[in-house]
């Protein structure tokens, strides 16, 4: 009996020890099962999470390789227009060479001629701006005195073919009072030969002498 009772004790304790071990491992398997699922969710939301930095990944390498197109656009549209600056300048610079040239020409002949006309001439290029400043009264002056050394010449003459009471003084008061615009027109013409004979007689003493070629 005590055998027999023993036995039952000893299928009783295996029963539940084999309740235990599979208590146990259903307990073992669902927290497997939930950590298998929260690793696939943390699987897929690192997947999602892949998937949309692919998608930014890729609409920014869209987004550089549409500034790379534009910036090679940009540079072959710079580059065209460098060239034809370049062009430019090379033109402008052959113009302005020929331009200078030519200025530098005009001012030697200027200063040629300022010296023709009695001006004291230099190379400096602010004395040359003076001079045609200068120039007009220079010539104003230069025509007074011709002026009056014709008619200082006219009446020197005059006195030297005849008496002191000729009448210079009287000439000097200009044309006889009462003669017309036209008879005095007529007495100009009845006394330009004899005027330009000696015009061409005393010219040099008080007229400049005009630039030759030798000049």
């Not at 307990?27 to 897929?44: I, K, N, S, Y």
Request: charged share 30%; hydrophobic share 40%.
């Amino acid at each position: 009996m005590k055998s027999e009772w023993l036995r039952s004790q000893g299928e009783r304790l295996r029963h539940r020890s084999s309740e235990r071990a599979v208590a146990a491992q259903v307990v073992v398997t669902a927290e497997e099962m939930e950590t298998l699922r929260r690793r696939a969710e943390d699987a897929e939301a690192s997947l999602e999470a892949s998937r949309e930095r692919a998608g930014a990944a890729e609409r920014r390498g869209a987004s550089l390789a549409a500034e790379v197109k534009a910036e090679r656009e940009l540079r072959e549209v710079a580059e065209v227009a460098f060239a034809n600056l370049s062009s430019e300048l090379a033109q402008l610079r052959d113009q302005n060479g020929a331009v200078v040239g030519e200025l530098d020409n005009l001012r030697l002949a200027f200063l040629h001629s300022c010296s023709q006309l009695g001006m004291k001439v230099t190379n400096d290029l602010h004395e040359t701006t003076r001079q045609v400043l200068a120039l007009p009264t220079h010539v104003s002056a230069l025509e007074e005195n011709v002026t009056e050394g014709g008619i200082r010449l006219s009446f020197t003459v005059v006195h030297s073919h005849y008496e002191p009471d000729v009448g210079v003084e009287l000439m000097s008061e200009g044309f006889a009072e009462g003669a017309s615009p036209e008879t005095l027109a007529a007495f100009e013409e009845e006394v330009r030969p004899d005027a330009e004979r000696l015009l061409a007689k005393y010219k040099e003493e008080f007229l400049l002498r005009p630039p030759t070629a030798e000049d």
